[in-house]
């Protein structure tokens, strides 16, 4: 057997090798950044529940997934649902509801949790009740960009398929929401009265950020071993009788 490499395809092939490795080892790079930001996200959310201040000097990257409190009233005439939602094969919806910061801090969206699609609570004309301040305790969430094949919002149907925080706030009336919502996790009214209303069975929140870089990786590194098994077989033949 002999290995002969000729110009042409060596030139071609070693500067396809250098990249292809430099993309695997990149995505093993961002694999170790995704899974310690991943741990930091879940300290945050095991830690203790501290007070949401107004400060625009805090980012809403500085406080993703981080327990906080909040206190003050929910505008329910203002109620939105977040269509699509399927739990165990049974669709539903998210109720999503402006919370009136007591500290003069705008509104705030909050997310109440699931509800099946014909539980009678969801209707918001069942919500003619004086306001009542409420303590919400919750996880700081930056809403996910639409998919491709998400359907565009319906504010004047309150039919929602995604979270568009400047949306909803102007469906809702108010100013601009932050940049982030609340996933509430739990409600406790101030004034001793009942919480005029609360969804079931709320979802538990999660870290769920996506973390396919070693897959990744290991796409890129079997195109590196791919290429290269072909630039040596191409390179390789039998040595023939006339051959040394």
Not at 171 to 191: C, I, Q, R, S
Request: net charge negative.
């Amino acid at each position: 057997m002999q290995f002969r490499p000729t110009l042409w395809p060596t030139l071609i092939t070693i500067p396809a090798l250098v990249v292809l490795v430099m993309f695997g080892w990149w995505q093993v790079q961002r694999l170790q950044w995704k899974t310690e930001l991943i741990q930091e996200l879940e300290i945050r959310g095991a830690g203790p529940a501290i007070p949401l201040l107004v400060d625009a000097r805090i980012s809403a990257e500085d406080l993703m997934f981080r327990r906080v409190t909040v206190t003050g009233h929910y505008m329910h005439e203002a109620e939105m649902h977040l269509l699509n939602r399927v739990r165990d094969g049974i669709p539903g919806i998210n109720v999503f509801t402006p919370l009136v910061r007591a500290n003069g801090g705008g509104a705030l969206l909050v997310n109440r949790g699931w509800v099946p699609i014909d539980w009678p609570g969801t209707s918001i004309e069942d919500h003619d009740v004086e306001p009542v301040i409420v303590e919400v305790t919750g996880v700081v969430r930056i809403p996910d960009p639409p998919g491709w094949l998400t359907p565009g919002n319906e504010p004047e149907k309150n039919a929602w398929y995604f979270i568009d925080l400047a949306g909803m706030s102007a469906a809702a009336g108010v100013l601009p929401f932050t940049d982030y919502y609340v996933f509430a996790t739990g409600e406790k009214n101030l004034a001793g009265e009942p919480v005029p209303w609360l969804a079931p069975d709320p979802n538990e929140w999660r870290v769920d950020l996506p973390n396919n870089h070693l897959t990744y990786a290991i796409t890129w590194f079997s195109l590196a071993g791919v290429l290269f098994i072909i630039y040596v077989i191409y390179h390789t033949r039998r040595r023939g009788p006339d051959d040394g």
